[in-house]
């Protein structure tokens, strides 16, 4: 009798401290058309092309003919010079507000690893606002059409984050000026 009960307490142990929180889950709808334009970043967990960002950073997106994203991703560097960098986003086909975007050059796009996630995990109804994560919780960005947000909404945007099993603590703070 005191065997089963043992195995049983150590499995719901091993499995209690293996556990995520919730999946990542994207936005049910996206409308490519109102979510392109420009975007501020509030804060993120920075990728390898930010690695020399101190402020001001951008992201402006087209819609193509063909159903694409340009996209073009901007800096500013502590000595006031500008980092750009461009790609093209795609739909995954797994949900509207889930892509792929790709930096690489072009003829390298045939190579699934140059393709990254990029999913929109939480979106304003009126597109003034985007929190865009990626499903294995290693990057996230907190956009807004503004160049700055309020405390208060930083904080709804940044909670929803937690919820969805992202660490915030690594979230990086933008200075836009």
């Not at 929190?131 to 709804?156: C, D, H």
Request: aromatic content about 12%; glycine content about 6%.
């Amino acid at each position: 009798m005191l065997k089963p009960l043992l195995i049983t307490a150590l499995l719901l142990a091993a499995g209690h401290g293996t556990a995520l929180a919730a999946d990542v889950r994207s936005v049910q709808e996206l409308d490519l058309g109102r979510y392109a334009g420009s975007w501020y970043e509030q804060a993120s967990f920075p990728m390898y092309f930010q690695r020399n960002c101190a402020g001001n950073t951008t992201a402006n997106y087209a819609l193509q003919p063909d159903a694409t994203i340009r996209v073009n991703n901007r800096c500013e560097k502590q000595d006031g010079t500008m980092i750009e960098a461009e790609g093209i986003a795609k739909p995954s086909g797994n949900g509207p507000a889930e892509l792929k975007v790709r930096f690489a050059p072009a003829f390298l796009s045939w190579l699934p690893f140059v393709w990254a996630d990029y999913w929109v995990i939480a979106l304003d109804d009126d597109y003034q606002w985007a929190v865009v994560g990626t499903p294995n919780r290693e990057y996230l960005w907190i956009l807004s059409r503004e160049k700055t947000i309020s405390a208060e909404l930083f904080k709804q945007l940044s909670d929803n984050a937690k919820q969805q099993g992202f660490d915030i603590s690594k979230l990086k703070m933008t200075q836009q000026t």
